[in-house]
């Protein structure tokens, strides 16, 4: 097993532990940023290991098209190419049937993929995405799955989770048959379906259990269900997921809805939001999100956060990113994108560190307002 429970608050599925990766450790409860390409946008590896990054997430598809194997296999791999030390997770492609709906055609083998970038045809199955993985050198690799929209009818659900079970058998049998592929000894983390459908998640939980063996995600969630019920599902798994695995929420979220995810029981997390809301001006805060375009920060003088100690919090102040904001200088998103990744990553700490002294329910209830709040 790679993953362990260190803590567990008494009250609640809280709980604190460590994932063990051929390239290090990460601490958990944890959030991955997103580096679709291998980079996450506007940071280079030295901004994310500042912020306290101990992992990223990539796409499989994308990097597939580009840069492509080639370049990256004559690298010597993913984290050689892009000049990241610490492990990275990729994603299958699997998402991509879903928000690639219109370019692609499904069936049980795979899926046949319309590249947006050049017009040519690839058809992506799971023995393809966990050779694509390996080549890249991922220390987790995702089972290639069909993620549906999240208001989806009972039968396309159903379908998807019987397509997501044949698929991840098919993706562990490649890794078995293929572990010379890669020399970084990856995790591989099957993907549970069912929508909000609580039977149909158990049912998936049931069939796709058996090829884990350090950790498994719930996908098919945050694509347009309502809220609370994504919330009714992940307690669901809460009940059922064994306490051994580490159990990985996919695509959420904002700062309130990982507190939520922590108290049930969620390890890992991912999310585009910390990135690209700082590229639009949204900055988040232990006292809530500013919107840097407004015009009351013109002539603000304090820094993001007072109690942030990021080196754009360090070094300049509101009226100033407001100023490259305004300018459209490209600064301005290195700068925001910094002090976002870091607030997520100490947030994150926080949040391990109030498990560990037995107070993260009544903190998190205490700081949920605040972190809520909008300055705009």
Known sequence: MAFKVLRKETNTSARAGVLKTSQGKINSPAFMPIGTYGAVK???????????????????????????????EKAKGLNRFMGWKKPILTDSGGFQVFSL?????????????????????????PELSMEIQLKLGSDIIMSF????????????????????????????????????????????????????????????????????????AIGGLAVGE???????????????????????????????????????GIDLFDCVIPTRNAR?????????????L?????????????VCNCYTCRTFSRAYIRHLFKLNDVLALHLATIHNVTFYLDLMSKIRYE???????????????????SSD
């Not at 994310?48 to 992992?55: K, P, Q, S, T, Y």
């Not at 049998?173 to 909000?196: E, V």
């Not at 992940?234 to 108290?263: A, C, F, H, T, W």
């Not at 639009?280 to 840097?292: D, H, P, S, Y």
Request: aromatic residues 8%; proline residues 4%.
């Open 42 to 72: 506007t940071l280079t590896p030295k901004n994310l290991e500042e912020a306290g990054a101990e992992i990223i997430l990539s796409n499989t598809y994308h990097l597939y098209l580009r840069p492509g194997l080639d370049v990256i």
């Open 101 to 125: 709906a219109k370019l692609g055609k499904i069936n049980d083998e795979g899926v046949l993929f319309k590249s947006a970038l050049d017009g040519s045809k690839h058809f992506l199955t």
């Open 145 to 216: 799955d069909e993620c549906v929209p999240g208001r989806a009818n009972k039968k396309v659900v159903k379908k998807a989770v019987e397509r997501t079970t044949g698929w991840t058998k098919r993706c562990h049998d490649y890794l078995m048959k293929n572990d010379d592929l890669s020399s970084s000894n990856p995790l591989f983390f099957p993907i549970i379906q069912g929508g909000t459908d609580k039977k149909l998640r158990n049912e998936s939980l049931d069939r796709i259990s058996p090829f884990s063996n350090s950790g498994i």
């Open 226 to 264: 309502d809220k609370e019920k994504m919330f009714e599902i992940v307690e669901e798994m809460d009940k059922n997921i064994s306490q051994e695995k580490l159990r990985y929420l996919m695509g959420v979220g904002k700062p309130e809805d990982i507190l939520i995810g922590v108290s049930l």
């Open 280 to 292: 639009n001006g949204q900055l988040f805060t232990w006292t809530g999100r500013l919107n840097i």
């Open 294 to 306: 407004n015009s009351k920060f013109t002539n603000d003088l304090f820094p993001i956060s007072e």
């Open 355 to 373: 498990i560990g002294q037995e107070s993260f329910t009544d903190w998190s209830k205490g700081i949920l307002p605040d972190l809520i709040r």
